[in-house]
């Protein structure tokens, strides 16, 4: 009797290493469903992930690890807060709805006349304007992130992480990497700002394994 052969592919094979290596596969299924180019941004977004999980046994830092690929910058001279929400849009899975925003808004913007827009568009959204710092800690502790105002509030930055001691932001003039501040000075900054926040409610990226 005859034993059947199993046919080896570069398919099967890349399965099973992903098994071996135990690779999240669930994040590369979720781009598929995209268009535009997408799959490059998954094959980039999968071996950042794979790559840090080998270099960084510590939790991740920071807590809203946002791929490059997915870091919007600024554009028409002036879209800060809309380029913060775009990326955050992203990082929390909303791809469809950040590829709409980024064509639909752009230019200056008010925490009024942003919230319209949001309800407008039946975006889940929290916010505050007063400065309470409670809101960021919650905004970094579920890995949502937030956009927050600095420069005396002449821009919004995206706050990627906070804790004790530091705090990490992703400015949209510069996205090539984070910059990182003491927390006390970020805050302080914040506040001095008008200490707007805004963030959509939706589900982050799962962290990196450890």
């Given at each position: 009797?005859?034993?059947?052969?199993?046919?080896?592919t570069?398919?099967?094979?890349f399965?099973?290493?992903?098994?071996?290596?135990n690779?999240?596969l669930y994040s590369l299924?979720?781009?598929?469903v995209?268009k535009?180019?997408?799959?490059?941004?998954y094959?980039?977004s999968?071996?950042l992930r794979f790559?840090?999980?080998i270099?960084?046994?510590?939790?991740?830092?920071?807590?809203?690890?946002i791929p490059?690929?997915?870091?919007?910058?600024?554009?028409?001279g002036?879209s800060?807060v809309?380029?913060?929400?775009?990326s955050l849009?992203r990082w929390?899975?909303?791809?469809?709805?950040?590829?709409f925003?980024?064509?639909?808004y752009?230019?200056?913007?008010?925490?009024?006349?942003?919230?319209?827009?949001l309800?407008?568009n039946?975006?889940r959204y929290?916010?505050?304007?007063n400065?309470?710092?409670?809101?960021?800690?919650?905004?970094c502790s579920?890995?949502?992130?937030c956009?927050?105002?600095v420069?005396?509030?002449v821009?919004?930055?995206?706050?990627?992480h906070?804790?004790?001691?530091?705090?990490?932001?992703?400015d949209?003039n510069?996205?090539?990497?984070f910059?990182?501040?003491?927390?006390?000075?970020?805050?302080?900054e914040?506040?001095?700002?008008?200490?707007?926040?805004?963030?959509?409610?939706?589900s982050?990226?799962?962290?990196?394994?450890?």
């Amino acid at each position: 009797m005859q034993a059947n052969k199993i046919k080896i592919t570069p398919r099967k094979i890349f399965i099973v290493a992903m098994v071996i290596l135990n690779i999240e596969l669930y994040s590369l299924i979720g781009y598929k469903v995209y268009k535009d180019g997408l799959i490059g941004t998954y094959i980039t977004s999968f071996y950042l992930r794979f790559n840090t999980q080998i270099n960084a046994p510590n939790d991740e830092r920071p807590t809203v690890n946002i791929p490059l690929v997915l870091r919007q910058e600024n554009w028409g001279g002036g879209s800060c807060v809309h380029a913060s929400i775009v990326s955050l849009f992203r990082w929390q899975g909303r791809y469809n709805t950040a590829n709409f925003w980024r064509s639909k808004y752009s230019g200056g913007a008010s925490p009024g006349s942003f919230a319209s827009k949001l309800d407008a568009n039946g975006i889940r959204y929290a916010y505050v304007t007063n400065g309470d710092v409670k809101f960021l800690e919650w905004a970094c502790s579920t890995r949502r992130g937030c956009g927050i105002t600095v420069m005396g509030g002449v821009h919004m930055v995206t706050l990627v992480h906070l804790d004790d001691e530091w705090a990490a932001i992703l400015d949209n003039n510069n996205v090539s990497k984070f910059k990182w501040i003491p927390r006390e000075t970020l805050i302080a900054e914040w506040q001095a700002s008008a200490g707007w926040a805004v963030t959509p409610i939706y589900s982050p990226a799962a962290p990196l394994p450890k």
